[in-house]
């Protein structure tokens, strides 16, 4: 199967996060891939991979924080590189999922069940990744599990998806100033 859960609501990647704990509660072997997400983040969900085993969940960590393109194309936010920066991290983290899914990844067990491609519909959205590169990751993965996450996603990866989901923001504590709560947002 072939997850997208998209739109400008939260819970993007918390639908990811269960659908993930859910898949290694049964057995299966997850890995993931962060698109924007660093390794200097201090992020919840990082603490996963030691405390359901390596062996279970791999987690990858490849952004360099914050790439925001407006509508007219224009940087709107960018965090702890260049936009170059960006766009290599972003190929390195696809180059990745290939790896992954062509077994070439020691760290990696064998036998993965599912990827979660975390932010990648961002990336694509953003132009620091060609959508065409996103479906070529897809077919090669054969009963790999597959789930993206991201705003923005295009009618290509929708058509290509089993089940698609859009999370609508109808309301959002950031609206009135409030910052991410650390445990319920991140």
Known sequence: MIYVFSGEGKGKTSAALGVAVRAVCAGMKVV???????????????????????????????GKGFYIKGKRGE?????????????KAALEALNLCDD???GKVEKVPRGVSLLV????????????????????????????????????VSKGLIERADLVTEMEKVKHPYDRGEVAVKGLDF
Request: aromatic share 10%.
């Open 32 to 62: 993931w891939v962060s698109w924007y997400k660093g390794c200097d983040w201090s992020i919840s969900e990082k603490r996963l991979e030691k405390l359901l085993g390596k062996d279970n969940l791999v987690m990858f960590w490849m």
């Open 75 to 87: 940087i709107k936010q960018m965090d702890f590189d260049t936009p170059q920066g960006h766009k």
């Open 100 to 102: 992954i899914l062509c």
């Open 117 to 152: 491609m975390d932010e990648v519909v961002n990336a694509v959205k953003d132009g620091l990744i060609e959508e065409e590169d996103v479906f070529n990751i897809l077919e090669k993965r054969g009963k790999v599990h597959v789930i993206l996450t991201g705003r923005g």
